[in-house]
Nanobody, 124 residues
Framework: VQLQASGGGLVQAGTSLKLSCVPS????????MAWFRQAQGKQREFVAA???????RYADSVKGRFTISRDNAKNTMYLQMSSLKPDDTAVYYC???????????????????WGQGTLVTVSS
């Protein structure tokens, strides 16, 4: 299984960006899928996730601004990010895990495969 994240870049505050993650060897509709991020000098933090049934969960810091989704036909997960802030600057990682219950979606230990990360830089 390999997860390929893409879509990062340099954007201005207040604008939008959409990240994609393609899990080769795994079906997005059958596993929990998540986005985490890690800013320079900080620990990796949870951003958003959905379980196999599609129930989604968000970090408070992105709730109302970010939307996680999946396209089963394209076997791709997305993170639509809007109203971006400089504090959103980080490397964004996608992850996948089997049988993750809703209450554990925020836990990085719930995921067994991780992508390589894509850098998002938000300028003020």
């Amino acid at each position: 299984v390999q997860l390929q994240a893409s879509g990062g870049g340099l954007v201005q505050a207040g604008t939008s960006l959409k990240l994609s993650c393609v899990p080769s060897g795994r079906t997005v509709g059958r596993y929990a899928m998540a986005w985490f991020r890690q800013a320079q000098g900080k620990q990796r933090e949870f951003v958003a996730a959905f379980n196999w049934s599609g129930s989604s969960r968000y970090a408070d810091s992105v709730k109302g601004r970010f939307t996680i989704s999946r396209d089963n036909a394209k076997n791709t997960m997305y993170l639509q990010m809007s109203s971006l802030k400089p504090d959103d600057t980080a490397v964004y990682y996608c992850a996948s895990g089997p049988g993750v219950i809703y209450s554990s979606l925020h836990n990085p230990g719930s995921y067994d495969y991780w992508g390589q990360g894509t850098l998002v830089t938000v300028s003020s």
